[in-house]
């Protein structure tokens, strides 16, 4: 093949995979906006709102999802794969026992504020369809391989199963969410996970610690609802860059010179 040839094939082949690249990238966008809208506004709100706050054109949404419940389970399927990637990234850091607690609280931590795509899938019953479905195995197969090794390791009960500590973990959600104070929500999210611990733990007084080298929960961009890479040391981020941090900035500043 001559040169010029490839040149040509180059410059054909170039502006697909831009267009892939964009369409990506826009998917990703709307994904992330819908899923902090779906938080915010409740599963009422409109796909062109959704359109708006991801910054896009209504027909983007439309043609990647063309209805707000194929949108719905895109974003739930996100979510819980988010989780089963960050149950992988536990599993590798800390010792079992630590790499099971870590990981259920926080995914405690995550669940909240998203009551109304819980609820969703709770009273509709149309749910859970082919791809919620196959992201929820990846799911308790991931929770299955934490808790066989923490049990492997002398650290949780051996009674317990995988569904019992996935029930568990639903229920700790709700204690969270039914408690007025962060810390004392999580004061007793903490307790209720105890009761998993092997009585040679609990007599060794070996409880949550916050350690090095644990993983701090990863979260959410407070502004964009983007998620944020998972530290391993340091204070969590509250914010994807430095443009969501300025849009944060400028809104404070804007509401205490309105009060």
């Given at each position: 093949m001559s040169g010029t040839d490839k040149g040509l094939r180059d410059m054909t082949a170039a502006p697909e995979d831009t267009g892939r690249a964009d369409a990506r990238r826009n998917?990703?966008?709307v994904l992330a906006a819908a899923s902090q809208a779906f938080d915010q506004h409740g599963l009422d709100v409109s796909l062109?709102?959704?359109a708006r706050q991801a910054?896009?054109?209504?027909?983007?949404?439309?043609?990647?999802?063309?209805?707000?419940?194929?949108l719905l389970e895109a974003v739930l399927v996100q979510q819980i794969d988010d989780l089963v990637e960050t149950a992988r990234q536990w599993a590798t850091r800390v010792d079992p026992a630590a790499a099971l607690f870590g990981?259920?609280?926080?995914?405690?931590?995550?669940?909240?504020?998203?009551?109304?795509?819980?609820?969703?899938?709770?009273?509709?019953t149309s749910w859970p369809r082919p791809s919620l479905a196959a992201s929820a195995r990846r799911f308790r197969q991931a929770l299955d391989e934490l808790l066989r090794a923490a049990q492997q390791a002398g650290g949780v009960r051996t009674d317990v199963s995988a569904d019992d500590v996935a029930a568990l973990t639903v229920g700790c959600a709700t204690i969270r969410?039914?408690?007025?104070?962060?810390?004392?929500?999580?004061?007793?999210?903490?307790?209720?996970?105890e009761s998993l611990r092997a009585p040679s733990f609990v007599t060794q007084g070996r409880g949550f610690r916050d350690t090095p080298g644990t993983l701090h929960?990863?979260?959410?961009?407070?502004?964009?609802?983007?998620?944020?890479?998972?530290?391993?040391?340091?204070?969590?981020?509250?914010?994807?860059?430095?443009?969501c941090r300025q849009r944060a900035h400028r809104r404070r500043l804007g509401t205490a010179t309105l009060s």
């Open positions: 998917r990703r966008t062109g709102a959704i910054g896009v054109g209504a027909g983007t949404v439309y043609r990647h999802f063309p209805s707000k419940e194929i990981f259920l609280l926080e995914v405690v931590e995550t669940s909240h504020g998203r009551k109304h795509a819980c609820d969703a899938l709770t009273t509709q969410a039914a408690h007025r104070d962060r810390n004392g929500g999580t004061r007793m999210v903490r307790l209720a996970l929960a990863a979260s959410r961009c407070e502004e964009c609802g983007a998620r944020l890479e998972a530290r391993s040391t340091g204070r969590p981020a509250r914010y994807c860059g430095a443009t």
